[in-house]
């Protein structure tokens, strides 16, 4: 891993993408403090029915989405010292120009979500489907035109799954180019098989960002000493606004115990 490259992420508080609530107000005052606010997921797609909250879906071209990322990017820098954008969509150029914009926007990070459920990206072989092994091609094809589409850092967020699973699934990723992968994991209490296996999946990727259930710095604190190089907060940030920014002043940004 080479920290010095990621040195505003180590030790440090992200947070999660929240479809729905993550714009960037949202972004600003909820991350206050933290290392990385990370707005969406953002859906881009044609249809009009989709099934998710409105001011979180754009259709295709840059006269959906571009203004919106310009502002929404500004206000979420207000209040934290980086900003990622995270998108998914059925059409990988849709993903690219999503990102592009972003970028162009004034993002400090482009994301994937690779963690969705939703049948209209599952039957796709997208969303969590991305990362099962029959889809390994796939899957590296989209980290390869993402990451050369933009010149910022990319992240992809994946869940847990089998430890052989989604080893293949973070080398893949790290192999295509993406330099940091996000995973999702169901516990982080002390003890936790989800805690050990980030020990595994720390060296095969350049930077690991984790989280799962973590609600104070001694959970923070868990996750890093387990191997990840920054802790993801998502549903605990949004019952306390101030928490992502007390968390990483209590971290005080040293390296994680052992």
Request: hydrophobic fraction near 45%; include cysteine.
């Amino acid at each position: 891993m080479e920290e010095s490259r990621f040195a505003e992420l180590q030790n440090g508080i992200v947070l999660a993408e929240l479809g729905g609530h993550g714009d960037g107000p949202y972004c600003a005052e909820h991350a206050a403090g933290a290392a990385l606010a990370i707005m969406g997921t953002y859906i881009v797609d044609p249809g009009d029915d989709v099934p998710y909250p409105s001011p979180f879906v754009f259709k295709p071209g840059r006269d959906s989405y571009a203004a919106y990322l310009r502002k929404h990017v500004a206000a979420a820098r207000a209040g934290v010292r980086a900003v990622g954008v995270s998108v998914i969509s059925v059409a990988l150029e849709d993903t690219l120009d999503f990102l592009r914009a972003a970028e162009e926007a004034g993002a400090d990070y482009a994301a994937l979500c690779v963690y969705s459920a939703m049948d209209m990206f599952t039957r796709e072989g997208l969303g969590v489907a991305l990362c099962d092994p029959a889809n390994r091609v796939l899957l590296h094809r989209w980290s390869s035109a993402i990451a050369q589409a933009v010149t910022i850092p990319v992240i992809f967020k994946i869940g847990l799954d089998a430890l052989d699973e989604t080893i293949g699934t973070v080398e893949t990723i790290s192999s295509g180019g993406v330099p940091i992968v996000h995973v999702a994991i169901g516990s982080s209490e002390a003890g936790s098989s989800d805690l050990m296996a980030l020990g595994e999946l720390a060296g095969r990727c350049e930077f690991l960002i984790a989280g799962g259930g973590v609600a104070d710095v001694d959970g923070a604190r868990r996750v890093l000493g387990a191997g990840a190089g920054a802790v993801a907060i998502a549903t605990a940030a949004m019952k306390d606004p101030t928490l992502c920014g007390r968390i990483q002043q209590e971290l005080g940004r040293r390296p994680a115990a052992p």
